[in-house]
């Protein structure tokens, strides 16, 4: 191998240099650097479209959907079953329902307690209160087909049920705490007994005056308190007191028997 030679070359101003055959110029550096640019680039551009197609991708895309897919089944699993506890519940409150009696010496005998709303608060806390007014709802609809109201009864039923279980399950669902669950029950019970003043003088008491003159409905409160004048009296201080205490019961037992049946309800189990 021989030596490495020199030679001098003639520069533009004129002056005589020294300089290696291999001297990289300023544009030649320009040049790579612009090679070296594109070459990056476009090695970009085709890993990128490589990842696209890149099995990980799929199965990311794969994992999503069959995601999706459980969380509908899981979603169609709690409707299902949600159906089916709220069907149960109205049964019961149905058979809850033909077992009403009367209350001697505080109310007429005509007026019946019963704790059919019992199982439409348990439905309400548990499931929501859409739950427990289909639970008033099922036992009305079936309990009309053997009443002699010709349904109206069923109908201030209804209208009472939903005043009491309604407020109930909204606040508790808004504060799941034996604090929310009480103050729900409470202003429910409270609503209910106000409105059963309304309902029992303009929709139940009309039609039972077609079978009772109203004469002796009178007569039967003026039985056990005979300061009562009218109707108004006697709903006011009669029905709806009853009505009230009707609906603690409920919410006492409610309290007492909630705790363990829940898991049960919920299929937590």
Not at 51 to 56: M, T
Not at 112 to 127: C, N, T, V, Y
Not at 182 to 189: E, N, Q, S, W
Request: proline residues 4%; positive net charge; aromatic residues 14%.
């Amino acid at each position: 191998m021989s030596p490495r030679t020199e030679r001098p070359i003639e520069c533009e101003s004129q002056t005589n240099s020294i300089v290696w055959m291999e001297e990289v110029t300023k544009d030649g550096i320009f040049v790579s650097f612009g090679v070296a640019l594109s070459l990056v680039t476009r090695a970009f551009f085709i890993l990128r479209d490589r990842f696209r197609r890149f099995p990980y991708h799929k199965s990311i895309v794969k994992w999503r959907r069959k995601k999706m897919m459980n969380e509908t089944v899981t979603v169609s699993k709690v409707n299902v079953r949600k159906i089916t506890v709220t069907a149960m519940l109205g049964a019961l409150a149905t058979i809850l329902m033909f077992f009403e009696f009367s209350v001697p010496f505080i109310m007429p005998g005509f007026v019946k307690m019963d704790f059919s709303e019992l199982p439409a608060l348990i439905a309400a806390f548990s499931m929501g209160p859409v739950s427990g007014i289909a639970v008033c709802f099922i036992k009305n609809v079936v309990n009309v087909l053997h009443t002699t109201s010709g349904g109206i009864g069923e109908l201030s039923n209804f209208i009472l049920g939903v005043c009491f279980v309604l407020p109930a399950g909204l606040i508790y669902k808004r504060n799941k705490s034996q604090k929310g669950a009480l103050i729900g029950a409470l202003i429910g019970a409270v609503m209910m007994a106000v409105v059963s003043i309304f309902s029992n003088y303009f929709i139940v008491y009309p039609v039972y005056e077609n079978f009772m003159p109203m004469e002796a409905i009178i007569g039967a409160y003026q039985a056990i308190n005979h300061n009562v004048k009218n109707l108004w009296d006697a709903l006011i201080w009669f029905n709806m007191p009853f009505t009230f205490v009707k609906g603690m019961f409920s919410v006492v037992i409610t309290f007492l028997v909630y705790k363990r049946i829940s898991p049960i309800l919920k299929g937590k189990h």
